[in-house]
């Protein structure tokens, strides 16, 4: 695509970066077919391509973002099913991050608009503030006919009525698997596996045995048994597993959100924070349960790459950084001594693992060696509408999509579904009565842990 920034304009790095990203769009199309606004709504304006010429005119004019261009941005879920399709790479990511922080320096949002914004950044990136929060929705739900009575089909009524409807009806409290510590390998491991990857594929030479995991924000309050579930599986596995001092929220929530320096600063502390551990002991991995918040951390790199401080470690840790389903299946971990019983799982791709991070196989490939008969879910190219807080600002969308995935998990008559990402699990929940389990809890369980409390519930 021809761009016409002046030579003032590219002395700003991220005007740079954001004209590469132009010039390699050819504008063949072929991401519309698979963006999920385009497929539902069918306007150019809602799909990548369309996104991206608004974006284009947006930075290229030096104009502040308007309410049209606003609009198809917030319509777009970074779902990143564009970067799988678009043959010239285009880094869609990276344009539209750039575009948010844009839209934020230079768009005043209604006043409602801005409210709920805000709420959502003071409260879900921490825990105990979300904590509090789901106690008051969870008080709130029978008042839920009310609200939406009061608030009637306006789009705070909406936000308001989702993010009721989402609010789960258990609420974890801190554990020992939320807070920081350092979990101990279970001696020798019985279980024999290969050594993790470096970051140019060969096997690691120094091996610590010990690997850090992200315990994230929002994940420990709605389901602390999934980063249980994958310490114990390690620990058995011969790694020592440390929940790093001073971690926290990824930054993804707000960086979705166009809030650039809360985006940076929390990101900043998690770096901080892993390599202290580096220093300290070593880590072969960082390993990452939400697929949403590994997307993030495997780019802070780039996020960093102006900070002359920070980006040596940055990169490091982007290196480091994996989802755990890619570092199991990185270590080869062999057949279990006794297979599960042969449930039919429908398998859903999180858009950030299989989009964002290009983690494709390794999820379905652990689950059928454990013994589990795998199926894709049709369509599972397309978005479930979850996408970080998505489903509380554009319900309506997001409601369709669910809909339509959850039609398309039942065509696969499953038992149960697995995911590798806490807001699908949340969002496809929502709208099914069939369990939904994280794919790490079900790979413990056939490697010697316990049943999952999901399964457990309906046995
Ligand atoms: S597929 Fe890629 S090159 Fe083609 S229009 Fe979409 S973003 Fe541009
Ligand atoms: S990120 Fe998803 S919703 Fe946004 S333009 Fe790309 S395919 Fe469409």
Redesign the pocket.
Known sequence: METNFSLEQLRDDGLAEAEKILR?????????ATCPTYVLMGDELDS??GR?YQIKDMLENDKPAGPQLVKHVDRCLSCLA?MS????G?H?MHLVDHARAHINRTYKRPFADRLIRIILQTVLPYPSRFRFALLGAKLGKPFAGLIKAVAGSSQLGKRLGAMLALAPGRIEGPNTHSLPGSFPAIGESKIKTDAPKDKDGEPRKRLSKRVALLTGCAQPVLDSGINGATIELLNRLGYEVVLAQGEGCCGALVHHMGEEDQAHTQARANIEAWSREIDAGGLDAILITTSGCGTTVKDYGYMFRNDPLLKDKAAIVSDLARDISQFLEEINLPKPEKKLPRLTVAYHSACSLQHGQQVKTAPKTLLSRAGLRVKDVPEGHLCCGSAGVYNIMQPDIAGQLRDRKVANIDKTKPDLIAAGNIGCITQIGSGTEIPIIHTVELLNWAYGGEKPEKLKERS
């Not at 399709?85 to 010239?88: A, E, G, I, V």
Request: hydrophobic share 20%; charged share 5%; proline share 11%.
């Open positions: 390699t769009c050819v504008h063949c199309g072929f991401c519309t990548p391509r991206i564009c399709t678009c043959p010239s285009v869609y």
